[in-house]
């Protein structure tokens, strides 16, 4: 990946040099799935022993810092490769022009303000692409 990639444990530590190691893989994977891996990013990756915000059962987010600059957080105690994946994809819609900063438009077509969570497209499409890309990763390439 054209990327500078970050890998943080739980309160800023340093992960177990394993699960370092596949993070950087599945991200780099992932990446090479969504044909982000050409981008020149930074991405930091953090992990959490729990991850807690507004919405009930959310395992993880990305928040843009920049055009070219993310944050992933995911939460260790799930299904975090699903999480990142479906965090990665959002990356890729945001790298890609696909959802603006304010989730308020998909793919050049706006209205999106009032869309319920589950409902929304990039949320679809992330749920969508997310379990296709981490079976791949771990029994095909990764096992």
Same mark, same amino acid.
């Given at each position: 990946?054209?990327?500078?990639?970050? $890998?943080?444990?739980?309160?800023?530590?340093? =992960?177990?040099?394993? =699960?370092?190691?596949?993070? =950087?893989?599945?991200?780099?994977? +992932?990446?090479?799935? &969504?044909?982000?891996?050409? +981008?020149?990013?930074?991405?930091?990756?953090?992990?959490?022993?729990? +991850?807690?915000?507004?919405?009930?059962?959310?395992?993880?987010?990305?928040?843009? &810092?920049?055009?070219?600059? +993310?944050?992933?957080?995911?939460?260790?105690?799930?299904?975090?490769?699903?999480?990142?994946?479906?965090?990665?994809?959002?990356? @890729?819609?945001? =790298?890609? *022009? /696909?959802?603006?900063?304010? &989730?308020?438009?998909?793919?050049?077509?706006?209205?999106?303000?009032? $869309? *319920?969570?589950?409902?929304?497209?990039?949320? @679809? /499409?992330?749920?969508?692409?997310?379990?296709?890309?981490?079976?791949?990763?771990?029994?095909?390439?990764?096992?």
């Amino acid at each position: 990946m054209a990327a500078n990639v970050k $890998v943080m444990g739980p309160r800023g530590a340093e =992960l177990d040099m394993h =699960l370092h190691g596949y993070c =950087l893989m599945a991200a780099n994977f +992932f990446a090479k799935k &969504l044909k982000i891996d050409r +981008f020149k990013t930074d991405v930091t990756i953090r992990m959490h022993h729990k +991850f807690v915000t507004n919405a009930e059962g959310v395992e993880g987010q990305i928040m843009p &810092l920049s055009e070219r600059a +993310f944050v992933i957080d995911v939460c260790l105690y799930g299904n975090w490769l699903g999480t990142l994946a479906h965090e990665m994809v959002h990356m @890729k819609q945001y =790298l890609r *022009d /696909e959802i603006d900063w304010g &989730l308020t438009r998909w793919k050049g077509r706006s209205g999106y303000e009032d $869309v *319920d969570y589950w409902s929304q497209p990039w949320e @679809k /499409e992330a749920r969508r692409l997310q379990n296709k890309m981490m079976v791949e990763f771990v029994e095909k390439d990764h096992p």
